[in-house]
Nanobody
Framework: QVQLVESGGGLVQAGGSLRLSCTASGRTVRMGWFRQAPGKEREFVATIKRSDGTTYYADSVKGRFTISRDNAKNTVYLQMNSLKPEDTAVYYC??????????????????WGQGTQVTVSS
C-alpha cells in the first residue's frame, strides 16, 4: 500500500507560477500528475519514471510545466509556469508500481492522492 500526500495548490493570476509536491510512503516505479476540471474527464498532465527520470507531458502543458523527482525524499514535483485559466482544475498525484508503458492512462496508476485545487484567474 502506497499513500500519496499532495501540497502546493492555490489561486494564482494568469501568467503566474505554482509548484505542486507529492510525497509517497512507499516505493514506486512511475509517478504522474492528472487533472480534472469541472464537468470534464480526468486528463493526463505529466509523468516521470523513478529509475532514470524519463518524463512525458501532455501537449497542452509542454514547455510550461516541468515534472521532477527527488528519490531520496520519495517526492515528485510539478512546476507550473505561464499558467492559463484553462489550467484550472483539481490536480491529482498518482503512482504506478508496475511500470506499465501506457503511462497516459489513469488506470495504470494504482495509488492516488487526495487532489489539490489549482485556480488560475484571468
Amino acid at each position: 500500500q502506497v499513500q500519496l500526500v499532495e501540497s502546493g495548490g492555490g489561486l494564482v493570476q494568469a501568467g503566474g507560477s505554482l509548484r505542486l509536491s507529492c510525497t509517497a510512503s512507499g516505493r514506486t516505479v512511475r509517478m504522474g500528475w492528472f487533472r480534472q476540471a469541472p464537468g470534464k474527464e480526468r486528463e493526463f498532465v505529466a509523468t516521470i519514471k523513478r529509475s532514470d527520470g524519463t518524463t512525458y507531458y501532455a501537449d497542452s502543458v509542454k514547455g510550461r510545466f516541468t515534472i521532477s523527482r527527488d528519490n531520496a525524499k520519495n517526492t515528485v514535483y510539478l512546476q507550473m509556469n505561464s499558467l492559463k485559466p484553462e489550467d484550472t482544475a483539481v490536480y491529482y498525484c498518482a503512482a504506478d508500481t508496475l511500470g506499465r508503458s501506457d503511462y497516459y492512462n489513469d488506470y495504470v496508476y494504482r495509488y492516488w492522492g487526495q487532489g489539490t485545487q489549482v485556480t488560475v484567474s484571468s
